[in-house]
T-cell receptor, first 110, second 110 residues
Framework: DPKIIQKPKYLVAVTGSEKILICEQYLGHNAMYWYRQSAKKPLEFMFS???????DNQTASSRFQPQSSKKNHLDLQITALKPDDSATYFC?????????FGSGTRLLVI | SQWGEENLQALSIQEGEDVTMNCSYK?????VHWYRQDSGRGPALIIL?????REKRSGRLRATLDTSSQSSSLSITAAQCEDTAVYFC??????????FGKGTSLTVIP
């Protein structure tokens, strides 16, 4: 069973629209993260949360907003989508000695 | 800025051979993670080495860390076809956000 569930697996969006990427982890971790991976850049850290509080934000654009409704949830809301936002978005969580990634949401903005 | 940075390369080796991948990083780190990523999946942590360790082994994997030169390496002994993947190093200060290198694409030929 997957320990980190990301939904949807694939997403096609129109430029200017808004989407929410879902992430749930069942590892009992208190820290969760979002990363982005595109063909042009290495895996890129975006946000980190610990106990549902934002710890670090390396995303320049306010169009990206993480949302944590529960301890094991960290969703990512993206507004005013642009074609450059097309990428695979990975959610991750960590414990003392482990760091686990989900299988990603592949977003295509047209 | 990128903390972890690998010598981006694509390696192709014969099954049974040994291979070493290198990673250099620019900023202080307390731990280096090595991940493998299979096509269409998220990165999977395969070995981590802390700043107070010089070497770490896990099965056929061996990681080294030289904090004075800010470099790490991952070696795979007797590579097998299932070792074919992209390998990343990532650096960070603890279990928070990590910065990834560009990755090394390894192909093991039967």
């Amino acid at each position: 069973d997957p320990k980190i569930i990301q939904k949807p697996k694939y997403l096609v969006a129109v430029t200017g629209s808004e989407k929410i990427l879902i992430c749930e982890q069942y590892l009992g971790h208190n820290a969760m993260y979002w990363y982005r991976q595109s063909a042009k850049k290495p895996l890129e850290f975006m946000f980190s949360y610990s106990y549902q509080k934002l710890m670090d934000n390396q995303t320049a654009s306010s169009r990206f907003q993480p949302q944590s409704s529960k301890k094991n949830h960290l969703d990512l809301q993206i507004t005013a989508l642009k074609p450059d936002d097309s990428a695979t978005y990975f959610c991750a969580s960590s414990g003392c000695s482990d760091y686990t990634f989900g299988s990603g949401t592949r977003l295509l903005v047209i | 800025s990128q903390w972890g940075e690998e010598n981006l390369q694509a390696l192709s080796i014969q099954e049974g051979e040994d291979v070493t991948m290198n990673c250099s990083y620019k900023t202080y780190t307390t731990v280096v993670h090595w991940y493998r990523q299979d096509s269409g999946r998220g990165p999977a942590l395969i070995i981590l080495i802390r700043s107070n360790e010089r070497e770490k082994r896990s099965g056929r994997l061996r990681a080294t860390l030289d904090t004075s030169s800010q470099s790490s390496s991952l070696s795979i002994t007797a590579a097998q076809c299932e070792d074919t993947a992209v390998y990343f190093c990532a650096t960070g200060t603890g279990y928070q956000n990590f910065y990834f290198g560009k990755g090394t694409s390894l192909t093991v030929i039967p």
